[in-house]
């Protein structure tokens, strides 16, 4: 079992700048990758960005590329997403998640670990 506790969101402006935490508790040792996912009023939850154990590979969704960034403190068992440049459109419920197997980042169904989400809003 694996539990996590994101913090860090709020109101923001346009083109302000949040950090998520997302501090994991239990048998992290068997995470295969860490993720965040979002999901606004009305849509699906939608893939983020990723990072994977054993070798930090990231990746991204289009819409977030270059604005924000997923990394990990291992010694504080901590994920984190730097977001910056934040956009009207970013405003959702902020999850994180872990899976303890291979799978396809985008899909919320290939993880198996959830915390409870943190709400971002950004205003225009």
């Known amino acids: 079992q694996v539990q996590l506790v994101e913090s860090g969101g709020g109101l923001v402006q346009a083109g302000g700048s949040l950090r998520l935490s997302c501090a994991a508790s239990?048998?992290?040792?068997?995470?295969?990758?860490w993720g965040w996912f979002r999901q606004a009023p009305g849509k699906e939850r939608e893939f983020v960005a990723g990072?994977?154990?054993?070798?930090?590979?990231?990746n991204y969704s289009d819409s977030v590329k270059g604005r924000f960034t997923i990394s990990r403190d291992n010694a504080k068992n901590t994920v984190y997403l730097q977001m910056r440049d934040l956009k009207p459109e970013d405003t959702a419920v902020y999850y994180c998640?872990?899976?303890?197997?291979?799978?396809?980042?985008?899909?919320?169904?290939?993880?198996?670990?959830w915390g409870q989400g943190t709400q971002v809003t950004v205003s225009s």
């Open positions: 998640a872990t899976r303890t197997y291979s799978g396809d980042n985008v899909l919320p169904g290939d993880w198996n670990y």
């Open positions: 239990g048998r992290t040792d068997v995470s295969n990758a």
């Open positions: 990072i994977t154990s054993e070798s930090s590979v990231t």
